[in-house]
């Protein structure tokens, strides 16, 4: 029986893009990865890696250098039990400055040569599975292999120059990160028509919290959630793969956790963000603010206890024309506070 799988971009979409990383040290995941590739594995997905890597052909980096930055990558990940199956690269691009990595190669993408040989390889079904990726050279590879795709948008989101633009290759969905690529594929998996015994018990919605409370974490909403019919290839997939790719071994199976407990630690994920929130609403501005105001009201007993004196009405007016304007600096700080919200 054939597998399912994810295949990931790396870059953008699994950890911080420096651009050109060179230093194992530099690899840095992105919120919440761990808990969307837990989560996938869980429903029975593969998880493969597949990554365009033209720094080597441009010498930035030897493929020595890059391995070491991929076993950090799945050091990382396997530190909060979250396992990668497989990665593969591409080192070659036709304007690098190192020969042997110099030319033209169906598995750099767009193309969807990478794929293909995992495909063959690990005995996947393509229609089954799913492309992830922050850039439109990721969708154009998952379409051309007969994947469904999805697109993330985010802050790091960008295009190779070195590509086509990809306003032609629309993905199946758009979203924001990876765990809510991950909820759109495990609702996907959802809807699939059951096989079990139809008298039997139903299968948990993947997004029910297991705890005391009744919470639910809701499905994404994407920003620009688009459909499009999976575009037949021309392309000849034995010539493709003729190219041999670049695969990191596969990953020994680890222990997958109850998915119990892959809810608990989403629910606690989303509830650490929503602290980290309210701490974020402290503000040097703020304190500014709330010192002004002291002293403004240790003016007003200044000036209410200058007032009391004889001959003093004109140091009492000054000090109460001093504390109007500090009041209205502490008005200024805490209006000021209030628009960075």
Known sequence: MANKAVFLDRDGTL???P????DPAGVKLLPGVDLAIKS?????????????QSGVARGLLSEETLEKIHAELRRRLADKNAVLDAIYYCPYHPEGSVPQYTRESELRKPAPGMLFKAAEELDLELKDCWMVGDAGRDVAAGLAAGCRTIRIRSEQSHDDPDDAPDDDTPPDMTVRNLVDAARVILRAGSSQPATEDPD??????PYEIQEDSEEE????????????????????????LTDTPHRVFTAAEAPIEDDSNIRKEILRHVRQMSKQAETEEFSLVNLLGGVVQILVILLLLLVFWKALGKDQ???????????????????TFFLMARSKR
């Open 15 to 17: 950890m911080d893009d």
């Open 19 to 22: 651009g050109y990383l060179a």
């Open 40 to 52: 996938l594995r869980q429903a029975g997905y593969k998880i493969i890696v597949v990554t365009n």
């Open 200 to 205: 039997g018990p139903a299968p948990a919605d």
């Open 217 to 240: 974490i809701p499905p994404p909403e994407p920003y620009t959630p688009e459909t499009t019919p999976t575009e037949e290839t021309s392309r000849d997939e034995e010539e493709m």
């Open 313 to 331: 009405y004109d140091q009492a007016l000054l000090w109460a024309v001093v504390a109007v304007v500090l009041q209205t600096m502490s008005m």
